[in-house]
């Protein structure tokens, strides 16, 4: 499956799904294609950002410490 986002000729703009680039060109070619909005059938895909997924951010270390101690012997400011 890939998403487009997609505009027609009056300037609305949304988004759908197509099973592959091919079947866009498809449906796009025989007018199969209609903006939600207003109907028409003049349907363009609009320069897309690509979707890159980027590494998961690193937790943050416990303040606990800071902030008066911590009794959890598994917490690691503990380790220290």
């Given at each position: 499956?890939?998403?487009?986002?997609?505009?027609?000729?009056?300037?609305?703009?949304?988004?759908?799904?197509?099973?592959?680039?091919?079947?866009?060109?498809?449906?796009?070619?025989?007018?199969?294609?209609?903006?939600?909005?207003?109907?028409?059938?003049?349907i363009?895909?609009?320069?897309?950002?690509?979707?890159?997924?980027?590494?998961?951010a690193?937790?943050?270390a416990?303040?606990?410490?800071?902030?008066?101690?911590?009794?959890?012997?598994?917490?690691?400011?503990?380790?220290?």
């Amino acid at each position: 499956m890939i998403k487009y986002t997609l505009q027609c000729n009056d300037g609305h703009v949304f988004e759908d799904w197509f099973a592959s680039s091919s079947k866009f060109d498809e449906l796009s070619a025989n007018h199969e294609l209609s903006c939600p909005q207003c109907g028409s059938t003049e349907i363009t895909k609009t320069i897309m950002a690509p979707n890159v997924a980027s590494a998961p951010a690193a937790a943050p270390a416990p303040s606990c410490a800071a902030a008066g101690g911590c009794s959890n012997m598994g917490c690691p400011a503990m380790q220290g």
